[in-house]
């Protein structure tokens, strides 16, 4: 995993706090800034669906168990494992079902990593939300944490929302067109106020 923040940050960092002194507060206040890239996009968007509306430690010990029975975590063999088996790691069916389409789609390069340095961030979240299991949320959380796209601004992120209504409207949650926006202050480094504005919630780094 790729702990050190993208290069474009300091850059991002400087012109968000001359335009805006919330984020200037935020900048002083964490300046540990790490914005990890965890590497292998398969295995990421795997577990990005073994994880859904369960527990970080509940989602921790499914992921162990199923990466134990696969030993293989490439696409090629994920998609030959039987349903059954992958249940029995502690797999709901249909998430079971979900990780077999996705390495289905890494197979035949519907999902195709190599291409997407020349695509738009919504080309990409366009690829990626046709898996099932996989929509527009769990698409940005990509595009943040394991492609660090500069200017990503997750409107159905609910922390996100938390903060921009304790920071700018008084504690009054956004309409989506006025967190639209608001987002238009931060661009082009959306990506960037988004993680300092998680950090003001909780000062642990949020990483997925």
């Keep these: 995993m790729n ?3 993208p290069a474009y ?12 002194p919330v984020m200037a507060a935020l900048i002083e206040r964490y300046p540990d800034a790490i914005l990890a890239n965890r590497g292998d996009p398969f295995q990421t ?10 527990s970080v430690k509940a989602a921790d010990s499914v ?13 090629e ?12 790691c502690g797999l709901s069916r249909r998430k079971a079902e979900y990780l077999r389409d996705l390495a289905g789609h890494f197979v035949d390069g519907r999902v195709e ?14 690829e990626l ?13 990509f595009l943040i944490f394991s492609l660090r796209r500069p200017d990503v601004w997750p409107l159905d992120d609910i922390g996100l929302q938390k903060a921009v209504a304790l920071l700018y409207f008084d504690g009054e949650r956004p309409t989506p067109k006025k967190l639209v926006q ?8 959306r990506t960037v106020a988004t993680w300092y504005l998680w950090r003001s919630l909780d000062p642990v780094v949020v990483q997925y």
Excluded: S
Aim: one cysteine or more.
């Design 77 to 88: 063999h994920i998609a030959t494992l039987k349903l059954d088996a992958l249940a029995a």
């Design 113 to 126: 990593p190599m291409r997407w340095e020349a695509m738009t961030d919504e080309a990409v979240i366009a």
């Design 129 to 141: 939300t046709g898996v099932r299991g996989i929509g527009r949320w769990t698409a940005e959380m």
């Design 63 to 75: 992921w162990a168990r199923f990466a134990g029975y696969a030993q293989t975590l490439h696409p």
């Design 3 to 5: 702990k050190r923040p």
């Design 182 to 189: 608001h987002g238009e202050r931060h661009a082009p480094w």
């Design 9 to 20: 940050w300091p850059t991002a960092c400087a012109e968000l706090a001359a335009a805006d």
């Design 45 to 54: 968007l795997a577990r990005a669906i073994v994880g859904q509306q369960i």
